[in-house]
Structure formats: structure tokens, C-alpha cells
């Protein structure tokens, strides 16, 4: 028996190597996470415009995780909702995150893997290691900053080497800043003829509620095992480039209150801004032609009112934000956040998914801008919510790019916009979020591009 099994595990070694060879594969994309809250949103998402008679593109998708009745469940439950019987044709993986044979076997299968399945830092690892290994693209929508360095230090290499693209922070974590400064640094390029040396980001609106899933991901960031030494990293802006790369130069300080002239409106502390600004920076190092030798990126969000209430509705947003994070460091504060945050696996309605919305806008800057008078404006907006709605559809456009253009990107552990750039932005404007940007030097007749 123990000698026909392993000629069973040796044949389907054999099996697995020649269709990656062949570069055969059976799906386009897999989708990781089908069961969980944000997971199941993209596998609507998918099935609503890329599978049936409908489709804008059909691709051959599948969905995995460990339960398969569980998978089953959530296939019919799309299937019935869009009324599309032929959702029920959707395959089912079955694999568990800690079974690395299964994980294998799921990544030699497609030619891109998207994932929901968090904590990343609990469950994303092996899945990571079986795409970088055998040569699969994949996606996420973690933003769990420490996982993705260690990833980046792990299987950049590994990536590189088996010609597949590894990307994370595909979701508002961090694709609205790293495209919105992408925007502003092609129309600088391409209208003045000088990358921009700062941008200062801005979430001017933003209608959005938190899922269990997003404080757990954050509670466990807090639980891991020598978390101590890791901080250090952690704090950085440049936390996702290389040792030996690492800027010497200081980022501008964004958790204070102050009255921008950009916008004109009191602005705060942003909670996602801390890893932003790495996905942003990751960018910076992978492509430095996009912006200046000394590239500094501040991201901050308005409130609302004027004055002195202005100002302090942007301190108690500051110190709200800096609350979260205290609550989550103790073991004690940790479990009365527990108490009190949604579970995992719950989130916003679907009428309150579809209410949400978020406008943010960037301000370029030369060299010889003066503070207050930016060269370039771009602006981004999305009209449902960012966090889950518009976070699935990023997502799954991010893997498409990812299973079917025909990228022009270097292999590796990259960014959204390092890996897919210009298609990324297509593929997103197709898709109903609106991107601008406009030339500001001259207040009478602003030169506008849709990217």
C-alpha cells in the first residue's frame, strides 16, 4: 500500500510539472476565501460579470477553502441571487492553509490565485510559497504590512526566479493611494516633463463600516509571537523596502490636525495612511523613474465644520484612531475590543455596502511648487462601499490583470501599481471607479486626463 501511494504522489508530481512546463493550466483564477464576508462578495462579483451569458469576458475560475459544504453553500446562494444556474457549474478546491500539498496542487492548477483568507499572518504564508514556487501569479487584500515584507523577503527571489508576480494590499489597503499617486506622477511626467517630488493625498468623503474580519486581521497583528522585535520595521514608511535601499530622508509628519490649503478643510490622522505610504514607497523603490530622488508622500482625511470645531473633531478623530491601536497592544484592552467589534465573518449590509462611497484627491508637487500651489491634481472616486464592495472588485480586476493581460511588469514580490501599472488603471475606470487628473499651473484652463 505504501509503495502504490507513493507511486500515486510521484505520478501526480510528474503530472503537475508537465502542465507548468506546457504552461497548461485549468483555471484563469482561483479564488481563496469564497466562504468568508469579503471572499463571498468577490465570488459574486466574478460570477455577476465574468461568468454566464452575460459575461463582459468569460474566464474559468474555481473557488477553494477548507469546507467543502460550506463552498457548496455560498455557490448556491450566487447562483440563486443572479438568477444563473450555470454559477453551480463553478469547481470547488477543497484545501486547508496549513496543507501545503493541497495549496500545491490548487496553484499548479490556475494561473492566478486571489485571497480573502485572513489573518494573513495566520493563514496567507503557505499559499504565498506554493504560487511563488511553482510559478503562479497571486493576489490579496491583506494589510497586514509586517506579513507582506516577510513575504517579500521570503519569495521575491523565488518569484522572480519561477516567472510569477506576487501582489498584495490589493484592496482599499492600498490601491486608492498607490494608484491615486501613480496618476498624479504619469500627468506630471507626461504634460510638464518632471516627476513629482511630493504628493499630498487626501480622503475628502468617505461613507464606510468596518467587518470582523478587518479587527480580527488587526488583533492578531498584536498577538504575534515577537512582535517586539518587529515594531521597529513596522513604524518605517519604507517598512517594504529592502535593508540596504531605505531611504535616509524623513516622511512628512500626517498624524496632526492642521488646515491644508490644498483642500481647503482641517484634515486629521488617516488609520490606513500608516500602510499606505508603504505600498506607495514600494512603488518609489521598484520603479524610481515614477518620482523624485527624495519622494515624500503624506496622506490625511477631512472633517467636517470650520474653526475651532474643526479643529477639534479632528482631535477626537486622532485620538480615536490612536485608541484602536492602544486597544489592540494590551492583552487586556484586546479582549473588550473582541467584545465589542463585530465577529468574524460579519460586516456591513448590502444596502449599506451599496450607500458607501469615497473621494480622495492628491496634489503634486515640483520641486519649485510652492506649498499651497501644486502642479497636479488627480482625484479618485468610488460609489459603494470602499472597504468590501469596492475592495472586492479590486481585487478581482487585480487578478484578471494579473491571469490574462499581457504585462510588461518584472517578476517578483511587486506593488499593484509596479506590477500592473497603466492596465491596472484601465481595468478600473472600466469597471465604474472614476480617475482623473488635471494640470493646475494655469487656474483658467486646467488640462484634464482620464487614465
Known sequence: KKKKKKKREREKETHLKSIIMAGKREFDIVLMGATGYTGEIAFEYLAKFYFGPSARTKIAFAIGGRNEDKLKGVRSRIAT????????????????????????DLACRTKCVMSTVGPFLKY?????????????????????????????????????????????LCGMDCIPS???????SRHMRSELGEAPDAINGYIVKMKAEVSGGTVASLINIFETPGLEKELRSMMSPYELVPEESKPAYKQPNADNVTFDDDVGRTTTAFIGAAVNIKAVMRTAFLN?????????????????GSGWAAWFQGQSVRLGTAAIFVSAYFSLTRSLLRMVAPKP??????????NGKLLMEFYGYRKSDE??????????????????AETAKMLSETAICLALENLSSPYGCLSPVSAMGDTLVKRLTDAGIELTAETLISSEQPQASHL
Open 288 to 304: 524610481p523613474d515614477y518620482y523624485g530622488s527624495e519622494f515624500k508622500y503624506r496622506e490625511k482625511i477631512c472633517v467636517g
Open 124 to 168: 496567507g504564508t503557505g499559499l504565498v510559497a506554493a504560487c511563488a514556487e511553482n510559478g503562479t501569479s497571486y493576489c490579496d487584500i491583506t494589510g497586514e504590512s509586517m506579513w507582506v515584507r516577510q513575504m517579500i523577503e521570503k519569495y521575491d527571489a523565488v518569484a522572480k526566479e519561477n516567472k510569477c508576480r506576487i501582489v498584495s
Open 81 to 104: 441571487k443572479l438568477g444563473n444556474e450555470e454559477v453551480e457549474q463553478v469547481k470547488i478546491i477543497v484545501a486547508d492553509s496549513h496543507d501545503d500539498a493541497a495549496l500545491k
Open 345 to 354: 465573518g460579519s460586516g456591513p449590509s448590502e444596502e449599506t455596502r451599496e
Open 178 to 184: 498607490d494608484v491615486g499617486c501613480y496618476m498624479v
Open 371 to 388: 506649498q499651497g500651489h501644486p502642479s497636479v491634481k488627480a482625484t479618485l472616486k468610488m460609489h459603494r462601499d470602499p472597504g468590501y
